[in-house]
T-cell receptor, first 110, second 113 residues
Framework: DAKTTQPPSMDCAEGRAANLPCNHSTISGNEYVYWYRQIHSQGPQYIIHGLKNNETNEMASLIITEDRKSSTLILPHATLRDTAVYYCIVKQTGANNLFFGTGTRLTVIP | EAGVTQFPSHSVIEKGQTVTLRCDPISGHDNLYWYRRVMGKEIKFLLHFVKESKQDESGMPNNRFLAERTGGTYSTLKVQPAELEDSGVYFC???????????FGQGTRLTVV
């Protein structure tokens, strides 16, 4: 069911930007790209989503390539509390559920 | 505004016993979802309610699992009888519509011994 590919792990220095890549080469026209994260022992947390335009909110920015086959989640100033597993998920409009893959384990280093 | 709340946070039961997990979604959210992560595996969808109706239960593993949402408010997930492989973390989520982000609870950690 997984439609995305993410690196299993990444490190980022505290205060630096964390750039998390995601490949979704088979994405179709009505599928959105969603990002969630799971901090240890907590439930998944929504971060951001987009269709084709770049998006920004108070947590992060989402950059989607023009062909929509890949995207990058950017945490502009990573803190220790951003250490978590980050999931890139493609989801059809109106679909019932989210397919969580294995995600990227981001470790923010002091 | 209260988030999605789940009870209990932890449950340890013996194989063969029954356990009921409860989820209180965010008020006004018609859509309610159950997910679970069993040991070492990915988070997997179990089922989806729209108000009190089951919209999609394709992820329910077998007939030992029964989910209800009477009155379209809180939901329960009963496991009867529990097996060892049911151990894991069960998450509930809710959203106003299918096309808006889902808000997850903290999960219930179920251990079957």
């Amino acid at each position: 069911d997984a439609k995305t590919t993410q690196p299993p792990s990444m490190d980022c220095a505290e205060g630096r930007a964390a750039n998390l890549p995601c490949n979704h080469s088979t994405i179709s026209g009505n599928e959105y790209v969603y990002w969630y994260r799971q901090i240890h022992s907590q439930g998944p947390q929504y971060i951001i989503h987009g269709l084709k335009n770049n998006e920004t909110n108070e947590m992060a920015s989402l950059i989607i390539t023009e062909d929509r086959k890949s995207s990058t989640l950017i945490l502009p100033h990573a803190t220790l509390r951003d250490t978590a597993v980050y999931y890139c998920i493609v989801k059809q409009t109106g679909a019932n559920n989210l397919f969580f893959g294995t995600g990227t384990r981001l470790t923010v280093i002091p | 505004e209260a988030g999605v709340t789940q009870f209990p946070s932890h449950s340890v039961i013996e194989k063969g016993q029954t356990v009921t997990l409860r989820c209180d979604p965010i008020s006004g959210h018609d859509n309610l979802y159950w997910y679970r992560r069993v040991m070492g595996k990915e988070i997997k969808f179990l089922l989806h309610f729209v108000k009190e109706s089951k919209q999609d239960e394709s992820g329910m593993p077998n007939n030992r699992f029964l989910a209800e949402r009477t009155g379209g408010t809180y939901s329960t997930l009963k496991v009867q009888p529990a097996e060892l492989e049911d151990s894991g973390v069960y998450f509930c989520a809710s959203s106003p519509t299918r096309n808006t982000e889902a808000f997850f609870g903290q999960g219930t950690r179920l251990t079957v011994v």
